[in-house]
């Protein structure tokens, strides 16, 4: 990543309106993107979805002014889900998708999102072609004054998600006698979601639902479900859905309160998919901070786990090369390749719920496939150089590996979307787990300071 100026692991992403987030780098990536994806001789279309934060507006109109300025119709879907621009690029039959988000990053961060013609996140190939126009002189290859593309709202793309999103689930399929709690995370899919889940039977009660441009992610959706958890238990609920600003990750909530992550949800897709034969591979797809537990699961299951660098657009490379059709990440994002191209925490939701159903038993004992190996993941925060390269850490890392030796794994890596360093270690031993995340954390932030 550390070869591109702009593009990190999810598209493009910062402080609003400090560079790389400004109007100014916004209009430039959209007039680059369109100049990109102009094939043809025919009128080309562009969608644009946003998430619920303030600084969308600027963004959204700095992108309809590159893309106009580039010869390209826009589309402006408004707040949708980030797997709705993704499943619209392809309905509309439009060149290129655009969501504004920062995912599950607070309001004062935001990001730009970009899908090819057939809903699939951009290769790495065709970024660096964007990044190169972006700080070129792009002058001279703009749409002439009578070929400036065209902007226009489009009316009901919620509706169309949700009904692709119920369409995901068997015909006769209802959610009757199911008490559920969303929490919408003050985001984009605050309307989509509880119509969802209500369209199919659900009783549904809704928290996160509203949006002012600031609170969202705060302390709601799928990165602080404390209060989910509060609300399931509050009004005895069967399950809490928590979702993350753009919907595209989800974090479940049982009957008795305790937080479900997307390895669990993994584990009850494939095992379920297994038994009704849906898995076009012998296995799924997940990143290097899935639970070793997982993977044992998976190995009892007679299935295997291939392991990607984290980002749900690796998951999705490795499953589209290897044509299996689940995968996901520990966060959250899951993605069944069957119904779309990017995460969907509605549509995982979905198919957790269709095997609550069929299995007719309480969501704790359909989401407690595995036993998760004890886990410690810590953060830290640095802000010039790489402490990862002084010679205190490196003995830390090293000391750490040949203390857990093959009792279990050791992940460190640099956030893809902020000044951090994650360290993660598991094993059988939660202890040694714990010494050893403290020790590399303790040299990090000295060799940070």
Same mark, same amino acid.
């Given at each position: 990543?550390?070869?591109?100026?702009?593009?990190?692991?999810?598209?493009?992403?910062?402080?609003?309106?400090?560079?790389?987030?400004?109007?100014?780098?916004?209009?430039?990536?959209?007039?680059?993107?369109?100049?990109?994806?102009?094939?043809?001789?025919?009128?080309?279309?562009?969608?644009?979805?946003?998430?619920?934060?303030?600084?969308?507006?600027?963004?959204?109109?700095?992108?309809?002014?590159?893309?106009?300025?580039?010869?390209?119709?826009?589309?402006?879907? =408004?707040?949708?889900? $980030?797997?709705?621009? %993704?499943?619209?690029?392809?309905?509309? &039959? #439009? +060149? /290129? *998708?655009?969501?504004?988000?920062?995912?599950?990053?607070?309001?004062?961060?935001?990001?730009?999102?970009?899908?090819?013609?057939?809903?699939?996140?951009?290769?790495?190939?065709?970024?660096?072609?964007?990044?190169?126009?972006?700080?070129?002189?792009?002058?001279?290859?703009?749409?002439?004054?009578?070929?400036?593309?065209?902007?226009?709202?489009?009316?009901?793309?919620?509706?169309?998600?949700?009904?692709?999103?119920?369409?995901?689930?068997?015909?006769?399929?209802?959610?009757?006698?199911?008490?559920?709690?969303?929490?919408?995370?003050?985001?984009?899919?605050?309307?989509?979601?509880?119509?969802?889940?209500?369209?199919?039977?659900?009783?549904?009660?809704?928290?996160?639902?509203?949006?002012?441009?600031?609170?969202?992610?705060?302390?709601? =959706?799928?990165?602080? $479900?404390?209060?989910? %958890?509060?609300?399931?238990?509050?009004? &005895? #609920? +069967? /399950? *809490?859905?928590?979702?993350?600003?753009?919907?595209?990750?989800?974090?479940?909530?049982?009957?008795?309160?305790?937080?479900?992550?997307?390895?669990?949800?993994?584990?009850?897709?494939?095992?379920?998919?297994?038994?009704?034969?849906?898995?076009?591979?012998?296995?799924?797809?997940?990143?290097?901070?899935?639970?070793?537990?997982?993977?044992?699961?998976?190995?009892?299951?007679?299935?295997?786990?291939?392991?990607?660098?984290?980002?749900?657009?690796?998951?999705?490379?490795?499953?589209?090369?290897?044509?299996?059709?689940?995968?996901?990440?520990?966060?959250?994002?899951?993605?069944?390749?069957?119904?779309?191209?990017?995460?969907?925490?509605?549509?995982?939701?979905?198919?957790?719920?269709?095997?609550?159903?069929?299995?007719?038993?309480?969501?704790?004992?359909?989401?407690?496939?595995?036993?998760?190996?004890?886990?410690?993941?810590?953060?830290?925060?640095?802000?010039?150089?790489?402490?990862?390269?002084?010679?205190?850490?490196?003995?830390?890392?090293?000391?750490?590996?040949?203390?857990?030796?093959?009792?279990?794994?050791?992940?460190?890596?640099?956030?893809?979307?902020?000044?951090?360093?994650?360290?993660?270690?598991?094993?059988?031993?939660?202890?040694?787990?714990?010494?050893?995340?403290?020790?590399?954390?303790?040299?990090?932030?000295?060799?940070?300071?």
């Amino acid at each position: 990543m550390s070869d591109r100026k702009y593009f990190g692991t999810d598209g493009i992403r910062g402080y609003a309106n400090k560079s790389p987030m400004t109007a100014e780098v916004a209009m430039k990536v959209a007039m680059a993107a369109g100049l990109t994806f102009k094939r043809g001789s025919h009128r080309h279309r562009v969608v644009i979805g946003k998430d619920t934060r303030l600084s969308g507006y600027m963004i959204e109109n700095a992108l309809v002014a590159g893309f106009t300025a580039a010869g390209m119709d826009v589309f402006q879907l =408004g707040p949708v889900p $980030t797997p709705a621009v %993704a499943m619209l690029t392809r309905s509309l &039959r #439009a +060149d /290129i *998708g655009v969501m504004i988000s920062a995912s599950h990053n607070a309001y004062h961060d935001n990001g730009i999102k970009l899908f090819g013609p057939d809903g699939f996140k951009l290769s790495d190939e065709i970024e660096r072609k964007i990044e190169a126009l972006i700080d070129a002189d792009m002058t001279d290859s703009l749409a002439h004054s009578d070929k400036i593309g065209r902007a226009s709202r489009v009316d009901g793309a919620d509706e169309r998600y949700i009904e692709f999103a119920k369409r995901t689930l068997p015909r006769a399929m209802t959610l009757d006698g199911l008490r559920v709690v969303v929490d919408c995370a003050n985001g984009a899919a605050y309307k989509c979601a509880p119509a969802a889940l209500w369209e199919l039977g659900a009783e549904v009660v809704t928290i996160g639902n509203q949006p002012n441009g600031v609170n969202i992610n705060a302390e709601c =959706g799928s990165t602080h $479900t404390a209060n989910l %958890a509060r609300k399931v238990n509050e009004v &005895r #609920a +069967d /399950i *809490g859905i928590a979702l993350d600003g753009d919907a595209d990750r989800v974090i479940i909530v049982d009957e008795k309160s305790n937080v479900v992550d997307g390895d669990q949800l993994m584990a009850v897709v494939a095992q379920n998919w297994k038994e009704r034969e849906r898995l076009s591979g012998p296995g799924i797809v997940a990143t290097i901070m899935s639970n070793l537990g997982l993977e044992r699961f998976l190995q009892d299951q007679k299935l295997s786990l291939a392991r990607t660098p984290v980002g749900d657009r690796y998951v999705v490379e490795r499953m589209r090369k290897d044509g299996w059709n689940v995968g996901g990440e520990q966060s959250g994002h899951i993605v069944l390749s069957d119904y779309a191209t990017t995460g969907d925490g509605l549509v995982a939701a979905l198919q957790l719920l269709c095997v609550v159903k069929t299995w007719d038993k309480p969501v704790s004992d359909v989401c407690r496939r595995f036993e998760p190996v004890p886990q410690v993941l810590k953060n830290v925060r640095y802000s010039s150089g790489d402490p990862l390269e002084t010679s205190t850490v490196k003995e830390a890392i090293a000391d750490a590996q040949s203390q857990l030796a093959n009792a279990g794994r050791l992940v460190i890596r640099k956030s893809g979307t902020e000044p951090l360093i994650r360290v993660m270690a598991e094993g059988d031993d939660s202890k040694l787990v714990e010494t050893v995340v403290n020790d590399i954390v303790g040299s990090l932030r000295k060799a940070a300071a």
